[in-house]
Every structure is written in C-alpha cells, then in structure tokens.
C-alpha cells in the first residue's frame, strides 16, 4: 500500500512539473522598442532671443548710437512650426540618426536709434521661416529616448530701417546660416508613434542694413541668435 502511495504522489508531482513547465514556455517577455527606422513629423513652439545691435555713421559726425534702458537690445520672438524628417540607428541602448527640418516663423522685435537722447530711426528685425539639417544622439530606456542634437541652421532675415526725421528708410532680406545645437527626450507612445519636447539655441550670425542719408550713410547691425522650445510628434516606419 505504502509503495503505491509513493508511486502514485510521484507520478502526480512529474505530471504537475511538467504542466508547469508547459505554462511556462508559453510566457514571452515583451520586446523592447526598436528605434531604428525612418520617421516623419510636425512640431511647433516659441523661440526668443534677446539681440545686441550696432549703429553709426559712414561719415565723420556726431556718434550714432542706440539707445534703450536694456542697451539696445533687439528682443526678436514669436512662433516657429513645421516638418521634420529623418532615419534613427539603434545599437543595445545607443541611438544615432540624422534629421532636418523646416519651419514656418514669425518672429519679430523693434528698437529705437538715438542720438543724445533724440530719436533717429527705427531699427526692426523679423526671421519668417528656419530651417536645420543635424545630427541626434542618445540613449534609449525601452520607449523613452534622451539625446542630444545639434548642426547646419538657416533662416530668412529681415532688418529694416526707418528714418523719423524724413520719408526715407531701409531694408535688407538675406538668407542666413548658423549653427543650432539643444537636446530633448521623445516617447514612443504607440510602436508607430512618439512625442516630443525639444530645446534648441540657434546662432544665425549678424545682418546690417544701411540708410542713404543727405549727409551719408548710416549703417545698422544686429545678431540673430535666439532660443527655441518645440514640442511635436513622430511617426515611425521601423518595419522599412
């Protein structure tokens, strides 16, 4: 009797061991996100900057200067929004890739040039669209990404002179280049689709305008470099 008790709570405990072992062959960890692949999408945000300008005569003369309480500061700031394109390479948790972007911008400011005190002119700036072409690098947590961006910057200019003292005034359109660099942290919220918050500084170098004045030229220059808060969203193609 002893015997077949022993038999038969063994054959229960080979068969319970192999139900269990059935139960867990069938468990399949989750696959961690893969972010590699090509990807497309929309952002948008603020960008401001706080600009230092430069004015003065091309002839000899009383000084020509700007003049505010902030120095003469060209305060440039508005929206900037648009698409962005590029390819990510995953390896373990290192993450590169390449991305452009371009964007829509309506940023603007306005000072005044003085002199002892009177003024002269009014000095405006304006950036209406921005473009990049830059490098990512990060490190992936499964479905959260924290990298760091930066490359080539372009963007239309504008500086714009009116004189108070007469109808005559000035402006200059160019197209200008840079540099940008900022990091972020995007989220893959399905396998298709990931969100995004991105700060950038961006340096477009300096533009000048000049006015043709009866008694010369009066030449004025201001930086454009600002910053810029972008929150957008991606869509991925990791199967391509």
Excluded at 70 to 81: E, M, N, P, T, W
Excluded at 116 to 145: C, Q
């Amino acid at each position: 009797m002893v015997n077949k008790l022993l038999l038969t709570g063994a054959g229960f405990l080979l068969v319970s061991a192999s139900m269990n072992a059935a139960q867990a062959a069938d468990i399949v960890e989750p696959a961690v996100y893969d972010w590699t692949g090509p990807f497309i999408g929309l952002q948008g945000g603020y960008a401001w900057g706080n600009n230092d300008t430069s004015t003065e005569n091309s002839e000899n003369g009383p000084p020509v200067f700007v003049f505010e309480e902030d120095s003469g500061s060209l305060k440039l700031d508005g929206f900037v929004g648009g698409l962005h394109a590029g390819y990510n390479w995953q390896s373990d948790s290192l993450v590169l890739g390449i991305v452009g972007d371009i964007e829509f911008a309506d940023m603007k400011g306005n000072t005044e040039v003085s002199i002892n005190d009177f003024p002269l002119s009014d000095l405006e700036g304006e950036i209406d669209w921005l473009g990049s072409l830059r490098l990512r690098a990060g490190f992936a947590a499964d479905r959260a990404l924290l990298y760091a961006t930066g490359g080539l910057a372009v963007g239309g200019a504008e500086l714009s002179i009116d004189n108070n003292l007469s109808d005559t005034d000035a402006d200059n359109q160019e197209t200008k280049w840079g540099w940008t660099i900022g990091g972020g942290v995007e989220y893959a919220v399905t396998d298709a689709l990931s969100a995004f918050l991105e700060y950038r500084y961006t340096d477009l170098g300096k533009i000048d305008v000049e006015l043709d004045l009866p008694e010369g030229q009066r030449e004025s220059e201001a930086d454009l470099d600002f910053h810029a808060v972008r929150a957008g969203l991606s869509w991925h193609f990791n199967g391509i």
